[in-house]
């Protein structure tokens, strides 16, 4: 199941760092494409703020 970032998210880009499908886009929230994203969690394991969780 693709993650969902929510709308804790502090925009500081760690996550799409780690993204290995490239499927973060930025924002004031960054946004997870779900049709991209391979559900490997590395996303939810870099957030500071642990703002992204299972849709």
Do not use: F, Q
């Amino acid at each position: 199941m693709p993650r969902k970032i929510t709308d804790t998210c502090i925009a500081c880009g760690s996550c799409a760092a780690v993204c290995p499908v490239d499927c973060i886009d930025e924002g004031d929230i960054y946004v997870i494409d779900p049709e991209v994203c391979i559900d490997c969690a590395a996303c939810e394991d870099a957030c500071p703020v642990d703002c992204i969780i299972e849709e």
